[in-house]
């Protein structure tokens, strides 16, 4: 299987702290309904592909099926070592908790079968009670999240070198000007839903101003996360435009103009075409009038909070309003 023709560009994090670059597109591990196996075989057509980058969490239940495409992609010799690849993985809401974070990322690694993490992100900026995770989670579990206490215990796991950069998911600048007045270390990365559909503007021009990288998930609009069936970025009529002038896909496009804004995409496909499709973006660029056109598209977030939690029962100690403010 050819690898990708242009190599994929890197961006430095925040320097001084050990990161190594980040690949400017990482594959995403997350799946509506996992089958056993499939990310395995994915991750490996993704490494034979060219990727290096990949994207996992605790809540995701692919840790596991990672580290082991990674440890056979070193056996087939795909890969030289553990070394050259970036895994970002994230410490579920039931773990957002000063002392359960380096237990947390023990039991991250051991599925992993790796020393260290390049990435490891606070998922969520909310905190649940300690236990076994369900999903949705029930709203009388959610807690009160000491932010300040869990980042300290992040910047442990980040001292012993057991996460070589940390950052956050899902934060608004409210809860990063939090982070930020409490660290030692500041957060290298912000990771959330971004795409043409939902380009976060705000967030980007404060992430910018303070030195904090912003990785995109969802870049082409999710996996039907609202239950709509819609999708405003794959059903783009302005990227379909785009795209067929460009000779591309729409999903090239808008990953594209992701690119173009200094932001890595994390984009999942478990399929190989599409894989090699989503990491050929390096070579051609949008016009002008294409930037403008994707700028006027109506903005819509769709992964909220609120989704984390069942419809019943009642928020019992912590103000919903906290979790998250919608910033255009
Ligand atoms: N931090 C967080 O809270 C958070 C939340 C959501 C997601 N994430 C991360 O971000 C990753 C990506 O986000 P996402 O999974 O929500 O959605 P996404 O990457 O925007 O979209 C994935 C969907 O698009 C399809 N697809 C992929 N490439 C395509 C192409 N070239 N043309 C047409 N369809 C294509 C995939 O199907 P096939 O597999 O069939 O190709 C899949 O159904 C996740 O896997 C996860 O790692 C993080």
Redesign the pocket.
Known sequence: MASAAVPVPEVALRPGGGARPMPAVGM???SLQPVPGATRDAVLAAIELGYRHF??AAMYGTEGPLGEAVAEAVRRGLLRSREEVFVTS?LWCTQSHPDLVLPSLRETLRSLQMEYLDLSLI??PVALKPGVPTFPSRKEDAVPFDLEGVWRAMEECHRLGLARAIGV??FTTKHLGRVLAAATVPPAVN?VEL?PAWQQRTLRAYCADKGIHVAA???????N?DGTGSNAV?GSEVLAGIAKARGK?V?QVALRWIYEQGVTS??????KE?LR??LDIFDWELTDDDRLKISQIPQKKI?RAEALFSQEGEFTSVDPADLEIVEE
Do not use: E, F, M
Not at 217 to 223: E, R, V
Not at 266 to 271: G, L, R, T
């Open positions: 995403g591990t997350a994207d996992t994230k998922h969520w998911s899902n990771q795409n998930y969802s870049p082409l609009g999710g996996q996360w794959l896909s999903a994390i984009v999942k496909s478990y399929n599409r499709q989503n992964v």
